[in-house]
T-cell receptor, first 111, second 114 residues
Framework: GNSVTQMEGPVTLSEEAFLTINCTYT??????LFWYVQYPGEGLQLLLK?????DKGSNKGFEATYRKETTSFHLEKGSVQVSDSAVYFC??????????FGQGTELSVKP | DAGVTQSPTHLIKTRGQQVTLRCSPK?????VSWYQQALGQGPQFIFQ???????QRGNFPDRFSGHQFPNYSSELNVNALLLGDSALYLC?????????????FGPGTRLTVL
């Protein structure tokens, strides 16, 4: 069945460091891929998405490229800020259907 | 433009009781999905409602049931509560038409079962 695997956290970085959070998936068909972010005590916010192979999603300095050949959708940001501290979830979804989430990766950015 | 709203914010129940959680979708959305997020885990899909019918269901027992109203709002009901039902319950809405598959989440309802 479909599944998502994320790198384990917590990830601790200094401000302005480069961020990579790895995400790989197993899926039949051609799912859409998403990154959601969850700040403490809150629900999930959509960060970015990609709907087909080689698409790049981007938002607020974050980027991820849908790589079908490596079944990956790694999240990157060139320079993190303290305000980026949160839990990041990679997810896959088929058209109109349920989302399947990874276990989440906690990011902590220190000043 | 109001986003997804959920009520109540927090809820405390005892084992064996029943609970109803409510969700109003984002304006213009017609599909509502419910997820359970245990502490430290990713959300798990419970079910999805479209046109007042349950369209998809995840691996949850029949104690979990739902409803969608003509205005697209939705309820999640859980009967015979267990300690393990303690979690954050998230509602997400989306627009079915045109194949749009992005789901937008509400802030969640934190359920504690004692």
């Amino acid at each position: 069945g479909n599944s998502v695997t994320q790198m384990e956290g917590p990830v601790t970085l200094s401000e302005e460091a480069f961020l990579t959070i790895n995400c790989t998936y197993t899926a039949t068909g051609y799912p859409s891929l998403f990154w959601y972010v969850q700040y403490p005590g809150e629900g999930l916010q959509l960060l970015l998405k990609a709907t087909k192979a080689d698409d790049k999603g981007s938002n607020k300095g974050f980027e991820a490229t849908y790589r079908k050949e490596t079944t990956s959708f790694h999240l990157e940001k060139g320079s993190v800020q303290v305000s980026d501290s949160a839990v990041y979830f990679c997810a896959l979804g088929n058209q109109g259907g349920k989302l399947i989430f990874g276990q989440g990766t906690e990011l902590s950015v220190k000043p | 433009d109001a986003g997804v709203t959920q009520s109540p914010t927090h809820l405390i129940k005892t084992r064996g009781q029943q609970v109803t959680l409510r969700c109003s979708p984002k304006s213009g959305h017609d599909t509502v999905s419910w997820y359970q997020q245990a502490l430290g885990q990713g959300p798990q899909f419970i079910f999805q409602y479209y046109e007042e019918e349950e369209r998809q269901r995840g691996n949850f027992p029949d104690r979990f049931s739902g409803h969608q109203f003509p205005n697209y709002s939705s309820e999640l009901n859980v009967n015979a509560l267990l300690l393990g039902d303690s979690a954050l319950y998230l509602c997400a809405s989306s627009l079915d038409a045109g194949g749009e598959d992005t789901q937008y989440f509400g802030p969640g309802t934190r359920l504690t079962v004692l």
